[in-house]
């Protein structure tokens, strides 16, 4: 079993790349137009998509999508919690960021 994540600044796309990319979809996580962030705390996808293991072997993996970062209506502290959660448990980690990664995004 894995876990891959996505995590960073909100309102960059993030549910979005998940949708499109590993679920190959157009829709599963919410996306919406406005400021006001669709994913609260973390969401985990409902059932495990099927990848495979650096030697081919095959594997269940779980999807989770992540509040974003720097949210206009949670504090420092609350973004802290949910990185440092998405980092622990997953198997792989994706930093979601528009333009380059500097020390603003981080």
């Known amino acids: ?61 779980l999807v989770m999508d992540t509040e974003g970062l720097a949210a206009l209506d949670e504090d420092s502290n609350h973004d802290v919690r949910i990185f440092s959660l998405a980092i622990l448990i997953s198997s792989y980690f994706i930093y979601n960021s528009m333009g380059s990664i500097d020390e603003n995004a981080l």
């Open 1 to 61: 079993m894995g876990i891959i994540a996505v995590a960073g600044m909100y309102r960059t796309g993030k549910s979005y790349l998940l949708n499109r990319m590993l679920l190959n979809q157009s829709s599963g996580f919410d996306v919406g137009p406005t400021v006001n962030a669709c994913t609260k705390g973390i969401w985990m996808w409902g059932r495990p998509i099927k990848g495979l293991t650096p030697d081919n072997e095959p594997v269940q993996v």
